[in-house]
């Protein structure tokens, strides 16, 4: 659809994933942005953080979603220009959990002694997946989930009639 979904809500953890908050530690907020750059940024303005690691799904689960993607990554680096925030974005793959799990840990793994980190996935199912198997892995990571106010219930999607099947080792 053209919109997906509108508004904010609120900002909460991930049952399960709620991470170890250290006292003192400045916050590292890593964003998976998909469509909604709204979400995004007001994840950006509930958490305040230090420093900002914005995802962009560089290699999209269908190839006509790439343009999208890269306009909704213009608005929000336009947006946080003048934040107080120290800003970097990397490129993730959206169509691969291994691929993806193995960027973010990649990524994220010299903050974790240094940082409370927050991970909050806004990009494609299978990077929501790969965002899990990371928390799982380092449990001091808190998931958050940005709770819309309201879905496009009537165009929110076509579906994409393709199926992904991926072999996890989740040991």
């Not at 609120?10 to 170890?20: H, I, M, P, W």
């Not at 999209?60 to 306009?71: Q, V």
Request: charged share 25%.
């Amino acid at each position: 659809g053209d919109w997906l979904s509108a508004g904010f809500t609120q900002v909460r953890n991930v049952v399960g994933l709620a991470g170890l908050q250290v006292p003192g530690r400045k916050t590292l907020l890593m964003v998976l942005y998909g469509y909604e750059h709204q979400r995004a940024l007001k994840a950006i303005e509930e958490y305040e953080p230090a420093k900002v690691l914005l995802g962009f799904g560089g290699t999209p689960t269908e190839i006509e979603f790439l343009k999208r993607n890269l306009e909704e990554l213009d608005k929000v680096q336009k947006k946080l220009v003048l934040s107080q925030q120290d800003v970097a974005d990397f490129e993730f793959r959206a169509d691969s959990i291994s691929h993806c799990a193995q960027r973010l840990e990649e990524i994220i793994e010299p903050y974790l002694d240094s940082f409370n980190v927050v991970v909050a996935p806004m990009s494609t199912k299978l990077s929501t997946i790969a965002t899990y198997l990371v928390a799982r892995k380092h449990p001091q990571i808190q998931v958050a989930y940005c709770v819309p106010g309201e879905y496009n219930i009537q165009g929110y999607s076509d579906g994409a009639k393709t199926v992904f099947t991926e072999e996890l080792n989740l040991s």
